[in-house]
């Protein structure tokens, strides 16, 4: 099952089944965040920094 991933860096998006090791736009070695797993639940409206 693919997730949606997103750079912390640069906010580059893709859509695999892990995040890869390095961030195909901006080339860093990046931190990734699980976007629609992170978003469906957060349960709260807070905005969150790394997105």
Known sequence: ????WKCTSCG??????????ECPACKGKCTFVDN???TQNIGDKRPDERL
């Open 12 to 21: 580059y998006t893709l859509k695999d089944k892990e995040p890869p090791e």
């Open 36 to 38: 629609i797993d992170y």
């Open 1 to 4: 099952m693919e997730k949606s």
